[in-house]
């Protein structure tokens, strides 16, 4: 392990493990497990610690090289070429706000209270839902059949309880 000279050990280790836990939860995806993820972004860092210019924040350029990385791999393992896959791997959530309550289908009069709507979820959302519902929050791999389950039950609490 390259450490900087005006760090400890355990400094550079606070580091890298403050970056993982802030970078890696936003790239769990295809059924990768946030845990997996976290073990591959540290040795990330670490491997980026030989490269590492000392003029820089140590915290700035670990967190620009293992989100480059983890997009690079994205990347080069889950492109398929079209454009709208294209804007998923570079954004990969399942949950996100534009693709799962169409415009259209929102009555947008009032000002909208998002933990409200958390509320409303969190409290009539029936079990068998939630387990994929909270890894699609976590971006965890739904099958594409569940995670559109789930999506409408979430619309119909959504206009049932307003």
Known sequence: MNIPKNMT??????????VVNRISPKYTFHGYD???????????CMDA????????PLENFLSVNLSNRLKNFIRDNHYIGQDEKKRNVLCPQQ??????IPQEELCLDEKVDFSQ?????????PAEYRGDYLKMLNDVYVSKKRREQVIQIIKELIHEKG
Do not use: P
């Open 95 to 100: 949950l996100a706000y534009e693709a799962s």
């Open 117 to 125: 709507i958390q509320n409303v979820i969190n409290e009539h959302l």
């Open 34 to 44: 946030l845990d997996d993820i976290k073990q591959e972004a540290f040795m990330i």
């Open 9 to 18: 050990r355990e400094e550079v280790l606070d580091k890298i493990d403050l």
């Open 49 to 56: 610690l030989n490269r590492y210019d000392q003029k820089r």
